[in-house]
Nanobody, 121 residues
Framework: QVQLVESGGGLVQVGGSLGLSCAASGSIFSISTMGWYRQAPGKQREWLAAITSGGNTNYADSVKGRFTISRDNAKNTVVLQMNSLKPEDTAVYYC???????????????WGQGTQVTVSS
């Protein structure tokens, strides 16, 4: 089995910064793309950012220039550094990883449990 555990959520003021971390563990052979999503109340889950194992990154327009995604392949972790936070960034944030387990031939998506980020004005 594979587990993704997020940490680092919380309450922050408008314009502040927050870093989220996600660690993958379990019977992992390899992880290709890792990413972050968020879901605000009453809204669909929104893709935010992704990073490949080679370090290539992509961002949604809503966070480009404010959020930075990075990863440590040796530790199977991915970090989302969020700056210049706005009230509309308030949501539950989820990490996602495309994992190939030991002994498996296929890559499968795994999700963390989510961490709440609240931006107060």
């Amino acid at each position: 089995q594979v587990q993704l555990v997020e940490s680092g959520g919380g309450l922050v003021q408008v314009g502040g910064s927050l870093g989220l971390s996600c660690a993958a563990s379990g019977s992992i052979f390899s992880i290709s793309t890792m990413g972050w999503y968020r879901q605000a109340p009453g809204k669909q889950r929104e893709w935010l950012a992704a990073i490949t194992s080679g370090g290539n990154t992509n961002y949604a327009d809503s966070v480009k220039g404010r959020f930075t995604i990075s990863r440590d392949n040796a530790k199977n972790t991915v970090v989302l550094q969020m700056n210049s936070l706005k009230p509309e960034d308030t949501a539950v944030y989820y990490c996602n990883a495309a994992v190939t387990q030991l002994g498996d031939r296929f890559q499968r998506p795994y999700w963390g449990q989510g961490t709440q980020v609240t931006v107060s004005s």
